[in-house]
């Protein structure tokens, strides 16, 4: 039988076998990993459902999070997977991490420690093949009101600007902030470039009343400046 739903196509599979059908019926929620990657496909290869198509891809990079912040390189060995397809997949992966980080600052989270940022930040950071700056902004009560990336660089260099900082923060009526930026060699150890930035930064935020509360080093783990 699924010898003949491979042949044949999904479109002749009973309803309820339909990753789309199934997922329109019974919710997202009861789509295996597979099926809902089947969703964004959309269609396979001669042959090959996309399914099947989405078996492979998963075989491969084996979860969603190592699909992230790849290239072509990485896809080449799947016939009939070109460059749509491949948006629609990294697409679909940055709307989910965004929806956690807007999850996080809608509810305006209160944060207790440096654990508590690094845990909403750390699935956008840690995979990244450059370093990215971000900034948590706090109300008075450590609550967050805004998480936004202030600067990209490249792979062993990043370049934020204090006064840009602190201007958003007084914006956004911030009490305090905490810094966050990733080494994707993985070495957590802060730079002499890291601690320079983080003092001028705190000497600015004092003339302006905003508190640093933090300047955070993620690679596979963290590391506080």
């Known amino acids: 039988m699924a010898e003949k ?10 309803e309820d076998d339909r990753p789309r059908e199934k997922l329109l019926k019974k ?11 089947a969703i964004l496909l959309r269609t396979g290869t001669r042959g ?16 969603f999070r190592n699909m992230t912040h790849t ?30 980080e807007d999850e996080v600052s809608t509810g305006k989270q209160k944060i207790a420690s440096a654990k508590d940022i690094v845990d909403i930040v750390m699935p956008h950071l ?12 706090l109300d008075s009560n450590n609550r967050i009101i805004d998480i936004s990336d202030t600067a990209v660089g490249t792979v062993d260099q ?14 956004k009526f911030a ?14 150890t802060p ?14 935020g004092k003339l302006m009343e905003i508190k640093v509360l933090d300047h955070i080093i993620i690679g596979g783990i963290f590391q506080r400046v």
């Open 48 to 63: 090959t459902s996309a399914l099947d198509l989405a078996r492979k891809v998963l075989k491969k990079f084996g979860t």
């Open 126 to 137: 840690r995979d990244l093949k450059t370093e990215v700056f971000k900034v948590v902004y």
């Open 71 to 100: 290239d072509a390189r990485d896809w080449k060995e799947f016939k009939g997977l070109g460059a749509a397809k491949i948006a629609h997949i990294q697409a679909a992966l940055e709307i989910g991490r965004r929806y956690r």
């Open 5 to 14: 739903k491979r042949i044949s196509g999904i479109k002749s599979w009973p």
């Open 158 to 171: 990043v370049f934020p600007i204090v006064r840009e900082i602190i201007h958003a923060a007084l914006q």
């Open 27 to 37: 919710g997202a929620g009861a789509l295996s990993n597979s099926e809902l990657l």
């Open 191 to 204: 730079s002499v470039e890291d601690k320079k930035f983080t003092k001028e930064l705190c000497d600015a």
């Open 175 to 188: 009490k305090s902030i905490v810094c966050v930026h990733n080494h994707p060699s993985a070495n957590i």
